[in-house]
């Protein structure tokens, strides 16, 4: 004899209630991509226990949002494990906007580690060319430092078929350098190490040399705006490349090859979350950094865009 329908719900919502913290830390595990032996055996049970907790909602006749939650939670914990075979890839909007900040804030010290060692060369470089401008050729070859002080000289004033030609140039450009940051990670991270520093400290050299030689107000109208994309773009891809060096360091009593596959899901959404980035970089500086918008309203879009890149990385994918 079937219970009544009150005690159908009721065990309808306890079913949602004694279960949701384990669907919560699965989820969390699949975000971040587990590691550990240990950690690749709690998502095998985790993904045995998801997959007997959608046929009991189908028994319970749980609401279809419920049925639909647990069939992609255990297609994703399938992915996971069998390396894709079966499960459905995220579309992009998934990808950015949930899955993207939720692996950075799981990330969130090779996100501080690549920060220090990209803002902290940077801000050294910009300090000391400031100060002492002699400093900047140490840096960087004097004939390149004579091309940037010429091209700043002025406002800076293009064609529109150029824009598209100079967006082209920025997209490769910035691809180069996040690539470099985040490839040569399987260096055991020292590569990642290397092109951060290396990089911040050129560009910050190259902002103190223009202030000191009075080009700031040219580099600002050009740079404020794209910089937080492409900053931060570039954070991204060595903190992916960290990540990636530290499996091959640390592989939690597995092989080699198995710890990279294992940081894969992970490294996977950092680097197109790098790319989306540099690619918004690529065509700010393409289309809008080199007009002739006044310097306000290019300050106003560069605070904007900052705004947009914390919010973003703090808040989305949570619920």
Not at 27 to 46: Q, V
Not at 161 to 188: E, H, K, P
Not at 229 to 256: C, H, K, N, P, Y
Request: a neutral charge; one cysteine or more.
């Amino acid at each position: 004899m079937s219970p009544p329908p009150s005690e159908r719900g009721s065990d309808r919502e306890a079913f949602r209630r004694d279960r949701g913290d384990r669907w919560a830390a699965l989820e969390a595990l699949l975000s971040r991509g587990p590691r550990t032996g240990a950690e690749w055996a709690d998502l095998a049970a985790g993904y045995r226990a998801v997959c007997a907790d959608l046929a009991r909602a189908r028994v319970l006749v749980q609401p279809e949002e419920v049925e639909r939650y647990l069939e992609q939670l255990a297609g994703r914990a399938h992915n996971a494990l069998y390396g894709g075979r079966g499960a459905e890839r995220p579309g992009v909007l998934q990808l950015l906007a949930v899955d993207f900040p939720i692996v950075v804030r799981a990330n969130l010290v090779y996100f501080g580690l690549s920060s220090l060692l990209f803002y902290g060369p940077l801000a050294l470089g910009l300090i000391t060319s400031l100060v002492d401008p002699r400093y900047a050729a140490g840096v960087l070859p004097e004939s390149q430092l004579v091309q940037m002080e010429e091209m700043y000289t002025g406002e800076i004033h293009r064609q529109s078929w150029q824009d598209v030609s100079m967006a082209g140039y920025y997209v490769m450009n910035n691809i180069g350098i996040a690539f470099r940051c985040f490839a040569t990670g399987g260096l055991f991270g020292l590569g990642s190490v290397w092109y951060l520093v290396y990089n911040g400290l050129v560009i910050g050299t190259t902002f103190g040399y223009l202030l000191a030689v009075g080009r700031g107000t040219q580099l600002l109208t050009f740079a404020v705006s794209h910089a937080p994309w492409e900053l931060t773009g570039i954070v991204v891809a060595g903190t992916a490349g960290l990540r990636l060096g530290w499996s091959l360091v640390d592989t939690g009593g597995m092989s080699r090859l198995a710890s990279v596959r294992s940081a894969a899901p992970a490294l996977y959404r950092m680097v197109a979350g790098a790319a989306a980035m540099l690619a918004v970089a690529a065509a700010t500086e393409g289309f809008w950094s080199a007009s002739p918008v006044p310097l306000p309203a290019k300050v106003a879009f560069g605070v904007v865009s900052g705004a947009i890149i914390t919010a973003w990385l703090a808040l989305g994918g949570r619920r």
